[in-house]
Protein backbone atom coordinates (compact mmCIF):
# COMPACT_ATOMS: atom_id res chain seq x y z
CA UNK A 1 0.00 0.00 0.00
CA UNK A 2 1.04 3.45 -0.85
CA UNK A 3 1.35 5.93 1.62
CA UNK A 4 2.19 9.37 2.05
CA UNK A 5 3.00 11.03 5.08
CA UNK A 6 2.10 15.12 4.89
CA UNK A 7 3.40 17.64 7.77
CA UNK A 8 2.83 19.15 9.79
CA UNK A 9 -0.86 18.96 10.03
CA UNK A 10 -1.71 22.72 11.22
CA UNK A 11 -0.04 25.92 10.18
CA UNK A 12 -0.88 29.05 12.01
CA UNK A 13 1.25 31.93 10.51
CA UNK A 14 1.18 35.90 10.16
CA UNK A 15 1.33 37.53 7.28
CA UNK A 16 4.70 38.40 5.42
CA UNK A 17 5.87 35.09 6.69
CA UNK A 18 7.45 31.59 4.34
CA UNK A 19 6.59 28.69 5.14
CA UNK A 20 7.29 24.80 3.84
CA UNK A 21 4.84 21.85 3.78
CA UNK A 22 6.41 18.25 2.77
CA UNK A 23 4.92 15.17 1.80
CA UNK A 24 7.04 12.06 1.91
CA UNK A 25 6.80 8.29 1.15
CA UNK A 26 8.47 5.21 1.05
CA UNK A 27 7.13 4.48 -2.55
CA UNK A 28 7.91 6.34 -5.79
CA UNK A 29 5.22 7.40 -7.76
CA UNK A 30 4.74 8.66 -11.65
CA UNK A 31 3.82 11.93 -10.24
CA UNK A 32 3.17 13.97 -7.99
CA UNK A 33 0.13 16.37 -7.22
CA UNK A 34 -0.53 19.62 -4.83
CA UNK A 35 -4.19 20.75 -4.45
CA UNK A 36 -5.87 23.54 -2.71
CA UNK A 37 -9.14 22.83 -0.95
CA UNK A 38 -11.45 25.57 0.47
CA UNK A 39 -14.43 24.85 2.96
CA UNK A 40 -17.30 23.81 1.30
CA UNK A 41 -15.01 23.31 -2.42
CA UNK A 42 -13.46 20.23 -4.03
CA UNK A 43 -9.70 20.33 -3.92
CA UNK A 44 -8.49 22.24 -7.05
CA UNK A 45 -4.89 21.15 -8.86
CA UNK A 46 -2.18 23.46 -8.06
CA UNK A 47 0.67 21.68 -9.99
CA UNK A 48 1.87 18.42 -11.13
CA UNK A 49 5.33 17.66 -10.76
CA UNK A 50 6.49 14.98 -13.03
CA UNK A 51 10.24 14.28 -13.45
CA UNK A 52 13.20 13.36 -10.17
CA UNK A 53 14.66 17.24 -8.65
CA UNK A 54 11.77 19.23 -10.56
CA UNK A 55 11.04 22.35 -9.50
CA UNK A 56 7.65 24.33 -10.22
CA UNK A 57 6.99 27.62 -9.59
CA UNK A 58 3.42 29.18 -9.84
CA UNK A 59 3.59 33.33 -8.85
CA UNK A 60 4.79 33.00 -4.58
CA UNK A 61 4.52 29.26 -4.30
CA UNK A 62 7.18 27.29 -5.89
CA UNK A 63 7.11 23.33 -5.67
CA UNK A 64 9.63 20.47 -5.89
CA UNK A 65 9.76 16.67 -6.37
CA UNK A 66 12.63 15.30 -4.69
CA UNK A 67 15.32 13.10 -6.79
CA UNK A 68 14.18 9.58 -6.41
CA UNK A 69 10.32 10.84 -6.68
CA UNK A 70 9.54 10.29 -3.15
CA UNK A 71 8.71 13.29 -1.62
CA UNK A 72 7.69 16.61 -2.60
CA UNK A 73 7.67 20.22 -0.73
CA UNK A 74 5.65 23.01 -0.90
CA UNK A 75 7.26 26.27 -0.06
CA UNK A 76 4.92 29.78 -0.15
CA UNK A 77 7.29 32.98 0.34
CA UNK A 78 5.64 35.73 1.82
CA UNK A 79 1.93 34.13 2.51
CA UNK A 80 -1.09 36.15 2.29
CA UNK A 81 -4.37 35.74 3.98
CA UNK A 82 -5.91 34.59 0.51
CA UNK A 83 -3.40 31.71 0.98
CA UNK A 84 -5.59 30.40 3.90
CA UNK A 85 -6.97 26.71 3.37
CA UNK A 86 -6.21 22.85 3.09
CA UNK A 87 -3.66 22.29 1.12
CA UNK A 88 -3.38 18.14 -0.26
CA UNK A 89 -0.32 16.16 -1.75
CA UNK A 90 -1.50 13.53 -3.88
CA UNK A 91 0.66 10.96 -5.41
CA UNK A 92 -0.16 9.03 -8.72
CA UNK A 93 1.07 5.50 -9.21
CA UNK A 94 0.03 3.27 -12.11
CA UNK A 95 -3.04 5.05 -12.77
CA UNK A 96 -3.87 8.49 -13.23
CA UNK A 97 -7.51 7.82 -11.99
CA UNK A 98 -6.17 6.97 -8.57
CA UNK A 99 -5.01 8.76 -6.35
CA UNK A 100 -3.18 8.37 -2.69
CA UNK A 101 -3.95 11.67 -0.87
CA UNK A 102 -1.47 12.75 2.31
CA UNK A 103 -3.25 13.88 5.39
CA UNK A 104 -3.38 17.64 4.48
CA UNK A 105 -2.22 20.80 5.85
CA UNK A 106 -4.77 23.54 7.32
CA UNK A 107 -2.79 26.48 6.64
CA UNK A 108 -4.29 29.69 8.77
CA UNK A 109 -2.26 33.29 7.61
CA UNK A 110 -3.27 36.22 9.63
CA UNK A 111 -3.64 39.89 8.84
CA UNK B 1 -16.09 24.58 -20.49
CA UNK B 2 -18.56 23.27 -17.50
CA UNK B 3 -16.56 21.76 -14.80
CA UNK B 4 -17.63 18.45 -12.83
CA UNK B 5 -21.11 18.07 -11.28
CA UNK B 6 -22.51 16.45 -8.39
CA UNK B 7 -25.96 16.06 -6.71
CA UNK B 8 -27.33 16.27 -4.48
CA UNK B 9 -24.80 18.74 -2.74
CA UNK B 10 -26.65 18.38 1.04
CA UNK B 11 -28.17 14.37 2.06
CA UNK B 12 -29.51 13.45 5.11
CA UNK B 13 -29.99 9.80 5.46
CA UNK B 14 -31.28 7.19 8.11
CA UNK B 15 -28.99 4.71 9.85
CA UNK B 16 -29.97 1.53 7.42
CA UNK B 17 -31.65 3.32 4.16
CA UNK B 18 -29.45 3.12 1.12
CA UNK B 19 -28.02 6.47 -1.11
CA UNK B 20 -27.19 6.84 -4.62
CA UNK B 21 -24.87 10.05 -5.23
CA UNK B 22 -24.35 11.62 -8.96
CA UNK B 23 -21.46 12.62 -10.76
CA UNK B 24 -21.20 14.38 -14.17
CA UNK B 25 -17.81 14.68 -15.67
CA UNK B 26 -16.02 17.64 -17.78
CA UNK B 27 -16.86 16.26 -21.40
CA UNK B 28 -14.58 14.24 -22.93
CA UNK B 29 -12.76 12.83 -19.78
CA UNK B 30 -13.66 9.18 -19.23
CA UNK B 31 -12.15 8.54 -16.54
CA UNK B 32 -14.26 9.30 -12.66
CA UNK B 33 -12.98 8.59 -9.14
CA UNK B 34 -14.40 8.51 -5.91
CA UNK B 35 -13.19 9.68 -2.80
CA UNK B 36 -14.53 9.97 0.44
CA UNK B 37 -13.37 12.84 3.10
CA UNK B 38 -13.56 12.79 6.93
CA UNK B 39 -12.23 14.94 9.38
CA UNK B 40 -10.07 11.75 10.83
CA UNK B 41 -9.10 9.98 8.00
CA UNK B 42 -8.79 12.74 5.20
CA UNK B 43 -9.21 11.37 1.37
CA UNK B 44 -9.42 8.16 0.74
CA UNK B 45 -9.75 6.78 -2.35
CA UNK B 46 -13.20 4.43 -3.39
CA UNK B 47 -13.02 3.26 -6.97
CA UNK B 48 -12.42 4.44 -10.49
CA UNK B 49 -14.92 3.81 -13.53
CA UNK B 50 -13.18 4.20 -17.48
CA UNK B 51 -15.52 3.72 -20.32
CA UNK B 52 -17.87 2.03 -18.08
CA UNK B 53 -15.39 -0.21 -16.60
CA UNK B 54 -14.20 -0.24 -12.67
CA UNK B 55 -10.82 -0.09 -12.98
CA UNK B 56 -9.36 0.28 -9.79
CA UNK B 57 -10.91 -0.21 -6.43
CA UNK B 58 -9.88 1.00 -2.61
CA UNK B 59 -10.20 -0.68 0.32
CA UNK B 60 -14.33 -0.33 1.07
CA UNK B 61 -16.70 -2.64 1.72
CA UNK B 62 -19.02 -4.03 -0.53
CA UNK B 63 -21.67 -1.91 0.36
CA UNK B 64 -19.92 0.66 -1.77
CA UNK B 65 -20.08 0.32 -5.39
CA UNK B 66 -20.61 2.65 -8.40
CA UNK B 67 -21.33 2.06 -11.91
CA UNK B 68 -20.52 4.50 -15.14
CA UNK B 69 -22.71 4.82 -17.97
CA UNK B 70 -21.90 5.13 -21.40
CA UNK B 71 -22.53 9.46 -21.58
CA UNK B 72 -19.49 8.70 -18.54
CA UNK B 73 -21.77 10.17 -15.73
CA UNK B 74 -21.18 7.86 -12.86
CA UNK B 75 -23.19 7.42 -10.08
CA UNK B 76 -21.72 5.42 -6.56
CA UNK B 77 -24.33 4.10 -4.37
CA UNK B 78 -24.29 3.11 -0.66
CA UNK B 79 -26.27 -0.14 1.30
CA UNK B 80 -27.31 -0.36 4.82
CA UNK B 81 -25.83 3.35 5.84
CA UNK B 82 -23.89 3.55 8.79
CA UNK B 83 -22.96 6.56 11.06
CA UNK B 84 -19.98 6.28 9.87
CA UNK B 85 -20.67 7.34 6.45
CA UNK B 86 -21.44 10.64 7.38
CA UNK B 87 -18.59 12.27 5.36
CA UNK B 88 -17.91 14.69 2.13
CA UNK B 89 -18.20 12.35 -1.09
CA UNK B 90 -16.20 14.00 -3.71
CA UNK B 91 -16.23 12.67 -7.55
CA UNK B 92 -12.74 13.38 -10.05
CA UNK B 93 -12.80 13.30 -13.90
CA UNK B 94 -9.73 13.26 -15.23
CA UNK B 95 -7.90 12.03 -18.39
CA UNK B 96 -4.10 11.55 -19.38
CA UNK B 97 -1.55 14.03 -18.26
CA UNK B 98 -4.90 16.61 -17.11
CA UNK B 99 -4.46 16.10 -12.99
CA UNK B 100 -7.76 15.57 -11.50
CA UNK B 101 -10.99 17.92 -11.59
CA UNK B 102 -12.91 17.66 -8.40
CA UNK B 103 -16.95 18.55 -8.03
CA UNK B 104 -18.04 20.42 -5.18
CA UNK B 105 -18.80 17.14 -3.20
CA UNK B 106 -21.73 15.81 -1.78
CA UNK B 107 -21.70 16.25 2.23
CA UNK B 108 -23.89 12.99 3.96
CA UNK B 109 -25.00 12.79 7.14
CA UNK B 110 -26.28 9.96 8.65
CA UNK B 111 -28.25 10.06 12.11
Known amino acids: TQLLEQSPQFLSIQEGENLTVYCNSS?????LQWYRQEPGEGPVLLVTVVTGGEVKKLKRLTFQFGDARKDSSLHITAAQPGDTGLYLCAGVGTSYGKLTFGQGTILTVHP | KAGVTQTPRYLIKTRGQQVTLSCSPI?????VSWYQQTPGQGLQFLFE???????NKGNFPGRFSGRQFSNSRSEMNVSTLELGDSALYLCASSQQGSGAFFGQGTRLTVV
Open chain 1, 27 to 31: SVFSS
Open chain 2, 49 to 55: YFSETQR
Open chain 2, 27 to 31: SGHRS
